[in-house]
């Protein structure tokens, strides 16, 4: 079995749309990022690359790269758990969180959840999917950008 973990933070822009797990999040704003932004997928992203001890996204789709501009993250994330299936590994879990003062996500986390499993094809049970608060505090509390955190634990096939 092999572990990774995944933080990823982006800003928030004044463009929409505000994609998370490849889902569209209804609010006023966006992130901002050479990519679609979506702060939870980079950081699953990073997770299964770390546990592969592949390095990070910024080594496999870096931002100068302007074929990855405006890419659809979740197309990146296949890419990397493709990498995974390729050394004979599978997904146990991942546990992810997202960190925003707004918007509010509850009603987005089934969707969000599905989104992912859909994408790696991999039954939605394995794929959790929590977001909280920063209580006012730092550059999340201020409402200025959205952090999220994943942990991915893969398991040799």
Do not use: W
């Given at each position: 079995?092999?572990?990774?973990?995944?933080?990823?933070?982006?800003?928030?822009?004044?463009?929409?749309?505000?994609?998370?797990?490849?889902?569209r999040v209804?609010?006023?704003?966006?992130?901002?990022?050479?990519?679609?932004?979506?702060?939870?997928?980079?950081?699953?992203?990073?997770?299964?690359?770390?546990?592969?001890?592949?390095?990070?996204?910024?080594?496999?789709?870096?931002?100068?790269?302007?074929?990855?501009?405006?890419?659809?993250?979740?197309?990146?994330?296949?890419?990397?758990?493709?990498?995974?299936?390729?050394?004979?590994?599978?997904?146990?879990?991942?546990?992810?969180?997202?960190?925003?003062?707004?918007?509010?996500?509850?009603?987005?986390?089934?969707?969000?959840?599905?989104?992912?499993?859909?994408?790696?094809?991999?039954?939605?049970?394995?794929?959790?999917?929590?977001?909280?608060?920063?209580?006012?505090?730092?550059?999340?509390?201020?409402?200025?950008?959205?952090?999220?955190?994943?942990?991915?634990?893969?398991y040799k096939?």
């Amino acid at each position: 079995m092999r572990i990774g973990s995944g933080i990823d933070v982006h800003g928030f822009s004044e463009e929409p749309p505000l994609i998370l797990g490849g889902v569209r999040v209804d609010e006023s704003r966006g992130l901002k990022g050479h990519s679609d932004a979506d702060v939870l997928t980079h950081a699953m992203m990073d997770a299964i690359l770390g546990a592969l001890s592949l390095g990070d996204i910024g080594k496999h789709f870096p931002p100068e790269d302007m074929k990855f501009k405006d890419a659809y993250s979740l197309d990146l994330l296949i890419h990397c758990y493709n990498l995974a299936k390729k050394k004979g590994y599978g997904i146990t879990n991942i546990d992810c969180t997202i960190m925003a003062e707004k918007p509010k996500l509850a009603p987005y986390i089934d969707d969000i959840r599905g989104s992912i499993s859909k994408a790696i094809d991999e039954d939605i049970s394995k794929i959790s999917v929590k977001a909280t608060t920063f209580e006012g505090l730092g550059f999340v509390g201020r409402k200025e950008g959205i952090m999220a955190q994943a942990t991915v634990l893969l398991y040799k096939k």
